[in-house]
């Protein structure tokens, strides 16, 4: 097995993890991370199968490393090298998960009240009366988990984590099936209710679209490793590696040659696939001759009925719209042009132009919206 390492604070939580799968073939995942977070919301997202899970798990105390130390507000909870390992129940880490494991027999105010059987019967009415107001759902005390909503649901099993206080609050997931709106309404609570209480909060996600409702700061993992840190922004708008492109909402990714290297601009020449297709992108430190990945999102690209003139964006081609999709109050367009894009559009944008399959079209990519990715 190989080794495992952590360090946590309670205003800044410090994580170094080396960690293979623990199975008996061979295994090429292995999580190395160093991260550090501060008090509020901040996500931590990638792919499937990138250690976001594992590493809550270490934190929480509900995976052991083999080296390394994890310490909240000056109290250590692991060290290796000392040999203290404290008890996940005694680390006052709060970890939410998917599935929020409510008790279905408890109404909402027995659910909440559960961990608070070491506390006076007047301070434990006190709490769970102000936290089910903290989170809306005070007028569902009496309900069981069976007769209210999902959204209430995840009201309540946060309320039921933070009820007694916790150094660290773990979310894995938890608001998975909601839409964006009342994921927002909900961590808006969260974050009020943390204003007065400044811990850290680190909330695991694949979803784009709940990074760009919920996050302050990102950090983003990929095949054990972090690829970057920051703003939203900053981290997804811009991915390094192919799988965090994907999760990130980029749906074209396109395998391409470089043709050539325009230092003086800040671009090269490359030609996708095996077509004829041209484009310009950023100038990478690579080679002519040499094979790269370019990524696109969908929504970035514009389409033209007729040829446009004059322009500031570099790429214009010609092609073909193979097929379209409305889901709801986006179009998606297929369009060939030599080689596959995927455009999304607004319906208005489908009647005003009169767009339907087999019409030629014209595609135009600012330069800037196309990213290198290994």
């Given at each position: 097995?190989?080794?495992?390492?952590?360090?946590?604070?309670?205003?800044?939580?410090?994580?170094?993890?080396?960690?293979?799968?623990?199975?008996?073939?061979?295994?090429?995942?292995?999580?190395?991370?160093?991260?550090?977070?501060?008090?509020?919301?901040?996500?931590?997202?990638?792919?499937?199968?990138?250690?976001?899970?594992?590493?809550?798990d270490?934190i929480a105390?509900?995976?052991?490393?083999d080296?390394?130390?994890?310490?909240?507000?000056?109290?250590?909870?692991?060290?290796?090298?000392?040999?203290?390992?404290?008890?996940?129940?005694?680390?006052?880490?709060?970890?939410?998960?998917?599935?929020?494991?409510?008790?279905?027999?408890?109404?909402?105010?027995?659910?909440?009240?559960?961990g608070?059987?070491?506390?006076?019967?007047?301070?434990?009415?006190?709490k769970v009366?102000?936290?089910?107001k903290?989170?809306r759902?005070?007028?569902?005390?009496?309900?069981?988990?069976?007769?209210?909503?999902?959204?209430?649901?995840?009201?309540?099993?946060?309320?039921?984590?933070?009820?007694?206080?916790?150094?660290?609050?773990?979310?894995d997931?938890?608001?998975?099936?909601?839409?964006?709106?009342?994921?927002?309404?909900?961590?808006?609570?969260?974050?009020?209710w943390?204003?007065?209480k400044?811990i850290?909060?680190?909330?695991?996600?694949?979803?784009?679209e709940?990074?760009?409702?919920?996050?302050?700061?990102?950090?983003?993992?990929?095949?054990?490793?972090?690829r970057?840190?920051?703003?939203?922004?900053?981290?997804?708008?811009?991915?390094?590696?192919?799988?965090?492109?994907?999760?990130?909402?980029?749906?074209?990714?396109?395998?391409?040659?470089?043709?050539?290297?325009?230092?003086?601009?800040?671009?090269?020449?490359?030609?996708?696939?095996?077509?004829?297709?041209?484009?310009?992108?950023?100038?990478?430190?690579?080679?002519?001759?040499?094979?790269?990945?370019?990524?696109?999102?969908?929504?970035?690209?514009?389409?033209?009925?007729?040829?446009?003139?004059?322009?500031?964006?570099?790429?214009?081609?010609?092609?073909?719209?193979?097929?379209?999709?409305?889901?709801?109050?986006?179009?998606?367009?297929?369009?060939?042009?030599?080689?596959a894009?995927?455009?999304?559009?607004?319906?208005?944008?489908?009647?005003?132009?009169?767009?339907?399959?087999?019409?030629?079209?014209?595609?135009?990519?600012?330069?800037?919206?196309?990213?290198?990715?290994?």
């Open positions: 097995m190989d080794p495992v390492g952590c360090e946590v604070n309670a205003t800044m939580l410090t994580a170094r993890i080396r960690k293979g799968r623990h199975s008996a073939g061979p295994s090429s995942f292995a999580l190395d991370v160093s991260i550090e977070v501060s008090p509020g919301v901040t996500i931590l997202f990638g792919p499937s199968g990138a250690g976001k899970s594992t590493l809550l270490c105390g509900l995976a052991r490393p080296e390394g130390q994890i310490t909240v507000d000056g109290e250590v909870l692991f060290d290796s090298a000392r040999g203290i390992h404290v008890p996940a129940p005694k680390r006052r880490t709060a970890y939410v998960f998917q599935t929020l494991a409510l008790f279905p027999h408890l109404s909402a105010e027995e659910n909440v009240a559960y608070l059987k070491d506390f006076q019967e007047k301070e434990r009415r006190e009366e102000a936290i089910l903290a989170f759902v005070e007028k569902l005390r009496k309900q069981r988990p069976g007769g209210i909503s999902g959204g209430e649901k995840q009201r309540i099993a946060l309320a039921r984590s933070l009820v007694s206080e916790p150094r660290v609050l773990l979310l997931e938890p608001l998975t099936g909601l839409d964006a709106e009342l994921k927002a309404a909900i961590v808006d609570d969260l974050r009020a943390n204003a007065a400044g850290p909060i680190l909330y695991v996600t694949h979803s784009r709940e990074v760009d409702a919920l996050g302050e700061r990102v950090i983003a993992l990929d095949n054990g490793r972090v970057s840190a920051g703003a939203p922004m900053d981290v997804l708008d811009a991915p390094r590696r192919t799988k965090l492109a994907q999760a990130a909402g980029f749906e074209n990714l396109l395998s391409a040659t470089v043709l050539d290297l325009r230092e003086g601009d800040g671009v090269m020449r490359v030609r996708l696939e095996e077509s004829t297709c041209e484009i310009e992108v950023p100038l990478g430190y690579v080679a002519v001759g040499s094979r790269v990945r370019v990524a696109v999102r969908a929504g970035d690209i514009l389409l033209a009925t007729e040829r446009p003139h004059r322009l500031s964006a570099r790429n214009v081609m010609e092609g073909r719209i193979v097929s379209l999709e409305q889901r709801g109050m986006m179009a998606i367009a297929r369009v060939d042009c030599g080689v894009f995927i455009v999304h559009i607004t319906p208005g944008a489908v009647r005003a132009l009169e767009l339907t399959a087999g019409l030629r079209v014209w595609l135009v990519l600012k330069t800037h919206s196309c990213h290198l990715v290994e």
